[in-house]
């Protein structure tokens, strides 16, 4: 019983810390983020096993957190509101009236990161060809052109 409560804990806190990073820095992951994952990863293991290092434990650990990622998406399939809550909004960021800076800031979403994307999934070189900007809950930045 320990191992699933430590597995629980673990993944309710492995949850919030990257809900509080925000959804950009999930979407572009740097190698220095990959690295900095698996020190996390380290860092993490000896609060799952403590000085149970089983392969029944392992197996505890590892159904444990899967079964609350399947718990999980099932309770957002059928919750709205807490699909919100746990996975977070889509949230414009560029519109007609230009850039949202609060909301900018907020997500920690610079200029040049909607540039970049502008040119990546739509070839548009400048703000002025785009008409939405939005930042999706995946941490994608979904670019809508202005039609010519």
């Not at 309710?12 to 020190?39: E, N, Y």
């Not at 403590?50 to 919750?79: C, E, H, P, R, W």
């Not at 909607?114 to 995946?138: C, F, K, M, S, W």
């Amino acid at each position: 019983m320990e191992s699933i409560l430590r597995g629980a804990a673990v993944y309710l806190f492995v949850w919030m810390i990257f809900r509080l990073a925000g959804k950009r820095t999930l979407a572009q992951i740097s190698t220095f983020d990959a690295a900095l994952l698996l020190i996390i990863s380290e860092a993490t293991q000896p609060a799952l096993v403590d000085n149970d290092n089983s392969f029944t434990n392992s197996i505890l650990l590892i159904l444990t957190m899967l079964g609350l990622d399947v718990a999980l998406s099932l309770v957002k399939q059928y919750s709205p509101k807490l699909d919100k809550i746990i996975d977070g909004t889509p949230l414009v960021i560029l519109d007609a009236g230009g850039l949202k800076k609060t909301a900018m800031d907020k997500e920690r979403v610079t200029k040049e990161d909607i540039l970049h994307a502008a040119r990546n999934l739509q070839g548009l070189p400048t703000l002025d060809d785009i008409q939405y900007a939005v930042l999706e809950p995946t941490g994608e930045i979904t670019i809508v052109p202005k039609r010519s």
